[in-house]
């Protein structure tokens, strides 16, 4: 007990202390400070005077008022909610069921499976930007939210099934099994013993196909030519090379398109880490 | 509680398994694929066949008109000695990818690694407070992220410029260092790595909680000082993560599209900052040559996987699968 009176008073020891104070704000300071540039930049009455200053000049929500309105972002994301929450739906869905199947199964190709879900992810989408426009173009899917909600599919199922593979194992067999003993058939057994289980992981990966569909941005600029389909994404881009200098109205709009993002990835940071190293590390 | 010879749970015991009629022993063995079926047709019509489609385009002279009339045109491996033999491959696109992915993934993994030990050392409040910060970091989507990257560093306006004016460095305005490859990649690089190391962070932040705290303890008895341990009870401890991490930001940096794509010149309009996605991008939807640009991805779909199977050789072990 002495020694660590003694030590908590040592100089060394108040050194490491002011040593994670410093890297304490360090982190906080990067972490935040572009989202903070941005948020201040979209409030500030004009931006292009502020200079070296990191306060903004006062206090405005005009910048926010003109891009929602005037510059149609209501209309852009009314589409890309539309199409993220129907990525989110289907890829849930999808995922949840394959996942069963390689968690609960030992079948023949179980490992190529797999194998072969790990593999995709590899697969960069961005080449498949020129056969999938193609393929688009010929079944009329430009143009259309649909055909980009099931071209996210393809985005957001790998890794929702890698994920969700980790919740699944995660449960207990026995609880399965008690379900079949008291007479439980498999879909009453999957609906009111596995699902609820699983559902912390369901809203991880949900969260994480939201977010991939909302932040896409390739196939919607390849996909959307018309103003009316644009999603978030491809408004901004438009709008900034529209108004190349008009910084308060492109950061109002990422701050518009980052915000619920954020909010997301906060609220499920817990879980969100835990799945991924489940899909990495569990066997 | 009564265990019937209806229970479907698998009987552990080889003779009761042989007498599982032949049906319900086929729907049990269907059942996996029915469950999967799903999945395998959506991944096989996205991404096998466009995959594939992608590999029989480049072997095609494939134009807008071709797109029109909906023929083909085969040339056999023309683009592909085109692209191989241009010397702007060779000395422009493959050095900005290839050179900006590697500084990319060290400068990413370092940070993370460093930001996840520090973290450890936090107590819980912090820790979790911390965790926040970066999390907001990792969730700024790469179209706003890279606005904003954009803004800080815009030549006349933006606060680096003024920052730099104001300490009498340089004049804002003076210099439009998006002109310049070497700029114009420092900035894409700070922009990425901000945005990749905390998942880096978070993920090893995980592997650490998972290695036993004995291991460091009987480390220290043996008189390990931290450098060593990190080495030999850290390292190999969070291996199997490390090893993903590496991976996906191996991956995650090669393909780097939307970030440069978005910086000024970065569409293609300035040809000395292209990389392979943006070149197979504007060669089939500014120039109308698919062919090309199908060329052009499916080298970097190659180069890509190359690596992925050589990191999964060297850093994975078949049994982490």
Same mark, same amino acid.
């Given at each position: ?33 572009? +989202? ?27 910048? +926010?008022?003109?891009? %929602? ?7 852009? &994301? ?10 989110? %739906?289907?890829?849930? /869905? ?19 499976? &797999?194998?072969?879900?790990? %593999? ?18 010929? &079944?009329? &899917? ?17 890794? /929702? ?78 709008? +900034? ?16 398109? /980052?915000?619920?993002?954020?909010? +997301? ?19 | ?17 042989? =007498? ?8 049990? @063995? ?10 395998? #047709? ?10 594939? =489609? ?7 002279? *494939? ?5 029109? =009339? ?28 290839? @050179? ?67 300490? @009498? ?39 650490? @909680?998972?290695?036993? =705290? ?66 197979? *991008? ?24 190359? #690596? ?14």
């Amino acid at each position: 007990m002495r020694t660590a009176a003694s030590a908590r008073r040592s100089p060394r020891r108040t050194a490491v202390r002011v040593g994670k104070f410093l890297g304490v704000v360090l982190i906080l300071g990067v972490s935040l400070f572009p +989202f903070y540039w941005m948020l201040s930049t979209a409030v500030d009455p004009n931006p292009l005077g502020r200079g070296a200053s990191l306060l903004p000049h006062g206090f405005t929500l005009e910048h +926010f008022r003109f891009v %929602l309105f005037d510059a149609g972002f209501v209309h852009y &994301l009314k589409n890309s909610a539309v199409v993220a929450l129907a990525t989110v %739906l289907i890829s849930a /869905a999808v995922a949840l069921l394959a996942s069963v199947a390689v968690a609960r199964f030992r079948f023949r190709l179980r490992t190529q499976v &797999l194998i072969l879900v790990l %593999l995709v992810q590899m697969v960069p989408l961005e080449a498949l930007v020129i056969p999938l426009f193609l393929q688009a173009r010929n &079944l009329h &899917l430009l143009n259309s939210l649909a055909g980009l909600v099931v071209v996210y599919l393809a985005f957001s199922l790998p890794f /929702a099934i890698w994920n969700l593979r980790g919740f699944v194992q995660a449960v207990p067999k026995e609880l399965e099994e008690a379900a079949y003993v008291d007479g439980a058939n498999w879909s009453r057994m999957f609906f009111s013993v596995l699902l609820p289980l699983v559902t912390p992981g369901l809203v991880a990966t949900s969260v994480f196909s939201f977010i991939t569909a909302w932040d896409e941005f390739i196939f919607a600029l390849t996909f959307m030519q018309e103003g009316s389909k644009y999603t978030v994404g491809v408004g901004l881009r438009t709008f +900034f090379t529209q108004n190349t200098a008009n910084w308060g109205a492109v950061m109002a709009a990422s701050t518009i398109i /980052a915000v619920p993002v954020v909010i +997301f990835f906060v609220l499920v940071q817990g879980r969100l880490a835990s799945g991924l190293t489940q899909g990495a590390v569990k066997g | 509680m009564t265990v019937g010879t209806e229970a479907p749970s698998p009987p552990a015991t080889a003779p009761a398994r042989r =007498r599982v009629p032949v049906r319900r022993r086929l729907t049990r @063995g269907a059942a996996p694929w029915v469950l999967l079926a799903p999945a395998l #047709i959506l991944l096989a019509v996205l991404l096998l066949w466009p995959l594939v =489609r992608v590999v029989m385009l480049s072997l095609q002279d *494939y134009r807008l008109r071709n797109l029109i =009339r909906g023929d083909s045109n085969y040339v056999g491996l023309e683009n592909f000695t085109k692209v191989l033999t241009s010397d702007f491959l060779w000395s422009t696109v493959l050095p900005n990818t290839v @050179g900006f992915a590697v500084v990319c993934v060290v400068l990413t993994m370092l940070v993370g690694i460093v930001v996840a030990l520090f973290l450890n050392t936090l107590g819980r409040a912090w820790r979790s407070i911390c965790t926040a910060a970066i999390m907001v970091a990792w969730a700024v989507p790469a179209i706003t992220g890279t606005y904003v990257f954009v803004w800080l560093f815009d030549p006349l306006n933006g606060l680096v410029a003024n920052t730099l004016d104001a300490l @009498g460095i340089m004049e804002a305005g003076s210099w439009n260092w998006f002109d310049d490859r070497w700029a114009f990649y420092a900035i894409a690089t700070a922009n990425v790595v901000y945005h990749g190391f905390p998942f880096i962070a978070v993920t090893v932040l995980a592997g650490l @909680g998972t290695v036993p =705290r004995e291991l460091y303890e009987a480390a220290a008895l043996d008189g390990a000082g931290a450098v060593t341990r990190f080495r030999s009870v850290t390292v190999p401890g969070i291996r199997p993560i490390l090893a993903v991490c590496i991976i996906l930001s191996t991956i995650w940096d090669f393909k780097v599209f939307t970030q440069i794509y978005l910086m000024p010149g970065g569409d293609g309009t300035n040809r000395s900052v292209m990389n392979l996605g943006v070149w197979s *991008y504007s060669e089939s939807f500014a120039q109308g040559l698919y062919g090309m640009g199908s060329a052009i991805a499916v080298l970097l779909t190659v180069l890509l996987l190359v #690596i992925s199977v050589v990191y999964m050789r060297t850093l994975m072990k078949e049994d982490e699968l």
